[in-house]
């Protein structure tokens, strides 16, 4: 299937807001509340991964479920009840507060984004994909909006200048070895499963130029966790013990090696080489935030880009979307 412009299924959420069921977090399996969270599987989500298989979630009481699909769908089924958590980026979740349906973010994984865009070894620059077929995830996703802002940078219009391919992520990236697309969205840690492929990074923002560049600062948190509205409203003992146990985790993974960090979550990630794995923990690991905190500076440079971007229309407030009240928390 192949995408020109930006789109979104705000549609869809609102319906599925609409036949909102059950809470995702409030049946009880051996005596522990079930959570069920959309999940997205990369290792800048490996907090949450470890919060499972270290045991902090039970510690908590708590029998977490990860359901997939994540991303802008898993938000969809977070609205709808089928889950009480989604893992996302921020750019949906804007679009939809934009319209009117409320989530609530209660912890963040990174500082910042970790993305880039590899390439075909003809393409020199983002100025060289005018023309070309390209991966950038889902529209209206965080990496879409991203590509579309590099994009723009190179002076080339998103809508015209290129086409979007939609598949999955390892799809796109076969599909770049076999000469289908000429360039894709990836996350950066990634690159260490590429194999010795022949490709050149056009873009990456763990490097602080390509960063500023792109997203105009390095505070640019991340990887969150949401809830909704309501959720946060009825079910705060979930909410903080859910955030109790990442931020355990996130201080087992700073006193932890690459290879452990990477053993530990190895379940959720049979598919890749333990050692690889390790490859990958290792470009994350000053990226990730042990405090999970997420300033109102930081929150307002991810609004301020999707404001000039024209994914949202009006500015939306710190207090209207982000609670630390559950991080502020953790210690007491």
Known sequence: ?????????????????????????????????????????????????IADSEGFFAGQGLAVEFLT????????????GECA????????????????????????MLKSRVYGIIAAPEIKSPADLKGAVMYASDP????????????????????????FMQMNADAAIMALQNG???????????????????????????????CLKYLGTIEFPAEMLCTTADFAKNNPEVCQKVVNALMDAQKWVQAHTDLEVATAMSKNFSAIDVNILAKEVAIMRDIYKPDCYITEEGENNVVNMCLSTGLIKKHIPYSKIVDMSFVNNYSK
């Open 180 to 210: 289908e697309v000429k360039a894709c969205f990836i996350n950066m840690f990634k690159v260490p499963e590429l194999k010795g492929m022949t490709i050149n990074i056009l873009v990456d923002a763990t490097r602080k130029d390509d």
């Open 69 to 80: 699909p994540g991303g802008p769908r898993g938000f969809q089924a977070m609205h709808a």
């Open 1 to 49: 299937m192949i995408h020109k412009g930006l789109k979104w299924g705000v549609s869809l959420i609102l319906a599925a807001s609409l036949m909102c069921g059950c809470s995702g977090g409030d049946e009880k399996t051996d005596g522990k509340i079930t959570v069920k969270i959309s999940a997205i599987n990369g290792v800048s989500w490996a907090p949450l991964f």
């Open 140 to 163: 209206g996703s965080a990496p879409y909006t991203f590509t579309c802002n590099v994009l723009r940078e190179a002076g080339l219009d998103p809508a015209k200048d290129v086409t």
């Open 85 to 108: 958590f989604s893992m996302l980026s921020q750019e949906p979740l804007l679009i939809a507060q934009d319209q009117g349906i409320e989530s609530i973010i209660v912890a963040t």
